[in-house]
C-alpha cells in the first residue's frame, strides 16, 4: 500500500543548496517524490554557535514501511557525510520523517509524527506551502493552523538565491 512520507531536510554545513538537492535525488530510490517546498534560509535552534541552515519539506509516496523509510534516510544522511558528534550542531544533511501518512509510531528507532514538528517553524512554514490541509494525527489541526499558533520568533525565509527543486 502506498503512503505519502514528508520529510524535513536541512544542511548547515559545505554548499547547503547543493546538499538539499543531493539528498533529494536520493531520497527518490524510495518512492516517487509528489511535492518539494521551496528553501528556506533559517536560524539554529537550540545549539545556536553554527551558521544557518537551509532547510525544506519533501513529501514522498512509498510502498516502503516507516522503518524501512527510516532506515534508507539513515543511510543517506550516512554516505552523504553526516556526523553526529554534537548533539543539535551543524550537519551537511539532516533527514527527519515528520508524517507518514496518518501512522502514530512510538518505538526506541522512531516517533513519527516527529515529536519536534509542532514547535519549529522551520518544520511547519515548508510544510504549510505543500500541504496546508494535512492534518497532523494526533492533535487533528492542520499544519496551517499549527503554524498559525506558533509563537513568533525564530527567523525562517525564503532562500533568494535557490531554485525550486524539481
Known amino acids: 500500500m502506498n503512503e505519502i512520507a514528508y520529510f524535513s531536510l536541512g544542511s548547515n554545513l559545505g554548499n547547503r543548496e547543493q546538499n538539499l538537492q543531493e539528498?533529494?535525488?536520493?531520497?527518490?530510490?524510495?518512492g516517487r517524490i509528489v511535492a518539494v517546498s521551496s528553501f528556506y534560509e533559517t536560524e539554529p535552534v537550540e545549539f545556536t554557535d553554527q551558521p544557518c541552515f537551509l532547510n525544506c519539506v519533501i513529501a514522498l509516496e512509498t510502498t516502503a514501511d516507516?522503518?524501512?523509510?527510516?532506515?534508507?534516510?539513515?543511510?543517506?544522511?550516512?554516505?552523504?557525510?553526516r556526523k553526529r558528534t554534537v548533539k543539535?550542531?551543524?550537519?551537511?544533511?539532516?533527514?527527519d520523517i515528520l508524517l507518514f501518512g496518518d501512522a502514530v509510531v512510538n518505538t526506541?528507532?522512531?516517533?513519527?509524527?516527529?515529536?519536534?514538528?509542532?514547535?519549529?517553524?522551520?518544520?511547519?512554514e515548508p510544510l504549510a506551502e505543500i500541504a496546508p490541509e494535512l492534518l497532523h494525527p494526533v492533535s487533528q489541526k492542520a499544519v496551517?493552523?499549527?503554524?498559525?499558533?506558533?509563537?513568533?520568533?525564530q527567523r525562517v525565509q525564503k532562500y533568494q538565491r535557490g531554485i525550486r527543486a524539481e
Do not use: W, Y
Open 23 to 30: 539528498a533529494i535525488r536520493r531520497a527518490k530510490a524510495s
Open 66 to 81: 516507516s522503518a524501512q523509510l527510516m532506515r534508507e534516510l539513515l543511510r543517506i544522511e550516512n554516505e552523504m557525510g
Open 88 to 95: 543539535k550542531g551543524p550537519r551537511s544533511i539532516d533527514i
Open 108 to 124: 526506541p528507532e522512531l516517533t513519527i509524527p516527529h515529536p519536534e514538528m509542532t514547535r519549529r517553524r522551520f518544520v511547519l
Open 144 to 153: 496551517k493552523e499549527l503554524l498559525a499558533e506558533l509563537a513568533p520568533g
